[in-house]
C-alpha cells in the first residue's frame, strides 16, 4: 500500500500549442539554432540552491549551434554560421578586457547574476512572465539569443557540433586551468581532485604541459579507466585510505605534490587539499576560512572563470584544435551526471 509522495522533475504544458516564444534580435544581437548542449555541475549547483541565480530561469551554458537570424547592426556572422555562445563574454572596451590576462569582461552575469542579458531585459517569456537567462547564455532550449560581437565566436563549417560544445565551458576552463592559469611544468607532479568532465580535461592540459606523473583522485572508481587513457598516471579512491587522502599523497609522492586542481567544487576538498590548488566553482552561498600559515610557507592559491582564457580570442582556436585532433571530447551527458555515475 502506498501512502506518501514522491516528488520528480517533468516538462510541463502550460498551454495548448504554444510553444516559448522567443523575441526577436535586437539590432547587435544574433538568434541561435542550439543543436548540441553539454551539462556542467555549474547548472546543478542553480538547481541545488547553493549557487543563488534569480529564477524562473533556463539553464545550460555550454553549447554549440547555427545562426538562426541577426539583428539589423550584425555583421561578422549570417544565418547558417556554425558558432559557439559565451558565457563569460569579451567587450574589449573595459579594464578588464583591455588588460592581457583580464578574461572576466564586465559585461559577465557571473558577478551581477541578473539573470538577463547585458542590456538588462529577457528575450524568453512564459505565462507572460519573463523567463531568466543564465550567465547571459541558456542553452536548455532549442534558441536562443546573444549580443553578437561581444557573447560568440564563429567557427569552422566542419565542427563537429555535439563535440565542439565542450568548448562553451568544461574544456576551455580546465584545460586553460592547467595550461594558463596554473602553469603546469614540465616533469612535474600534478594531482586531480575529481574526474568529471572537468577534471577529465584537467589532465589532458597536464600532460599536454608535459607532467611526468598525474594522479586522479575520484570516490568513483569507474571515472579511473578515462582518466588513464586521457593521461593519469595512476588514480586512487580516498574511500580506500583510513588516512586523511592529503597524508596518502604526500607519502606518494614523497614530499607533496606540484600542482593540485580541486575540480568537484567541494569546500571541504578546497580547504584541506590546498597542501595540494583549485579550480571548482565554490557554490555562492558559502564561505572558504583558511590558516594563513598556507600562504606564509609558500604556497599560491588560485582560481579562474573559463581557464583564463579570452572568449573572443581563443574559443574558435580552440575548436580548430578540436578538429586537428589535438584533444579529444568526451560528452557525456545528464544521465550519467544524475545517474550517480559520476
Ligand atoms: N571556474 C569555472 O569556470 C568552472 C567551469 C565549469 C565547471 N566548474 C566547476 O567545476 C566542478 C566540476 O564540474 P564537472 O562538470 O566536472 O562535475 P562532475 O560532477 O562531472 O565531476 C565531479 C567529480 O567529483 C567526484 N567527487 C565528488 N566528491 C568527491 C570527493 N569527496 N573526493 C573525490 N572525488 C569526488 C565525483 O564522483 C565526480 O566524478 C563543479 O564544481 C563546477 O561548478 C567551474
Ligand atoms: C589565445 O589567444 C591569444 C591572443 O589572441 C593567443 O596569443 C593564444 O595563442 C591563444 N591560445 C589558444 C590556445 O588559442
Ligand atoms: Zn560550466
Ligand atoms: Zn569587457
Known amino acids: 500500500l502506498s501512502t506518501y509522495v514522491i516528488k520528480c522533475k517533468a ?14 534580435p535586437k539590432a547587435s544581437e544574433v538568434r541561435i539554432k542550439i543543436v548540441a548542449t553539454g551539462i556542467c555541475l555549474s547548472d546543478d549547483h542553480v538547481i541545488s540552491g547553493t549557487w543563488h541565480y534569480p529564477i524562473p530561469k533556463i539553464l545550460g551554458h555550454e553549447a554549440a549551434g547555427i545562426v538562426e537570424s541577426v539583428g539589423k547592426k550584425v555583421t561578422p556572422v549570417k ?18 578586457c583591455k588588460h592581457p590576462n583580464g578574461n572576466l569582461c564586465s559585461e559577465n552575469d557571473l558577478s551581477a547574476t541578473r539573470g538577463t542579458l547585458p542590456d538588462g531585459t529577457t528575450r524568453f517569456t512564459c505565462q507572460g512572465k519573463p523567463i531568466h537567462h543564465f550567465l547571459g547564455t541558456s542553452m536548455f532550449t532549442e534558441y536562443h539569443t546573444v549580443v553578437d560581437e561581444i557573447s560568440l565566436a564563429k567557427i569552422d563549417s566542419s565542427a563537429p557540433l555535439g563535440k565542439v560544445c565542450l568548448v562553451g565551458c568544461g574544456f576551455s576552463t580546465s584545460y586553460g586551468s592547467a595550461v594558463k592559469v596554473a602553469k603546469v611544468t614540465p616533469g612535474s607532479t600534478c594531482v586531480v581532485f575529481g574526474l568529471g568532465g572537468v577534471g577529465l580535461s584537467v589532465i589532458m592540459g597536464c600532460k599536454s604541459a608535459g607532467a611526468s606523473r598525474i594522479i586522479g583522485v575520484n570516490i568513483n ?3 579511473f579507466a578515462k582518466a588513464e587513457e586521457l593521461g593519469a598516471t595512476e588514480c586512487i579512491d580516498p ?4 588516512k586523511p587522502i592529503q597524508d596518502v599523497l604526500v607519502e606518494m609522492t614523497e614530499d607533496g605534490v606540484d600542482f593540485s586542481f580541486e575540480v568537484i567544487g567541494c569546500l571541504d576538498t578546497m580547504v584541506s587539499l590546498w597542501s595540494l590548488c583549485h579550480c571548482g566553482c565554490p557554490p555562492s552561498g558559502q564561505k572558504l576560512s583558511f590558516n594563513p600559515m598556507m600562504l606564509l610557507t609558500g604556497r599560491t592559491w588560485k582560481g579562474a572563470t573559463f581557464g583564463g582564457f579570452k572568449s573572443k580570442d581563443n574559443v574558435s582556436k580552440l575548436v580548430s584544435a578540436v578538429i586537428a585532433k589535438k584533444f579529444k571530447l568526451i560528452n557525456e551527458g545528464f544521465d550519467m551526471l544524475h545517474s550517480g555515475e559520476r
Do not use: M, S
Open 79 to 96: 544565418p547558417g554560421d556554425k558558432v559557439i555562445p559565451f558565457f563569460t563574454p569579451c567587450c574589449r572596451e573595459c579594464k578588464i
Open 11 to 24: 516538462a510541463v504544458l502550460w498551454e495548448i500549442n504554444k510553444p516559448l516564444p522567443i523575441a526577436p
Open 239 to 242: 574511500q580506500n585510505y583510513k
Open 221 to 223: 572508481k569507474d571515472k
